[in-house]
């Protein structure tokens, strides 16, 4: 059984940063994706961003810039930093993995940008 564990969200003012987590745990031979979606009330979820095993990145546009992906792939965890942070930011972020032609979610974190 594979398991996510995320951390980080929390309350910021606008501007400040915040650092989410997602560390994955249980039978992984290869965790292809990793990344995170977000969802605030009345909206559609979206794709934040996601790295993959070789590095590769892709972008919400609205957070390039002010949001990094990375990984460490000896831990099967995740790192998002989350700079110059808006409160149009303000939702609850979702990590997702992709591993060997399945996808998982993790429970979500909230993150409030409000001042």
């Known amino acids: 059984q594979v398991q996510l564990v995320e951390s980080g969200g929390g309350l910021v003012q606008p501007g400040g940063s915040l650092r989410l987590s997602c560390a994955a745990s249980?039978?992984?031979?290869?965790?292809?994706?990793m990344g995170w979606y977000r969802q605030a009330p009345g909206r559609q979820r979206e794709l934040v961003a996601t790295?993959?095993?070789?590095?590769?990145?892709v972008y919400l546009d609205s957070v390039k810039g002010r949001f990094t992906i990375s990984r460490d792939n000896a831990k099967n965890t995740a790192y998002l930093q989350m700079n110059s942070l808006k409160p149009e930011d303000t939702a609850v972020y979702l990590c997702?993995?992709?591993?060997?032609?399945?996808?998982?979610w993790g429970q979500g974190t909230q993150v409030t940008v409000s001042s």
């Open positions: 997702y993995i992709y591993t060997t032609g399945r996808g998982y």
């Open positions: 249980g039978t992984i031979f290869s965790l292809d994706v």
């Open positions: 790295i993959t095993s070789s590095g590769s990145t």
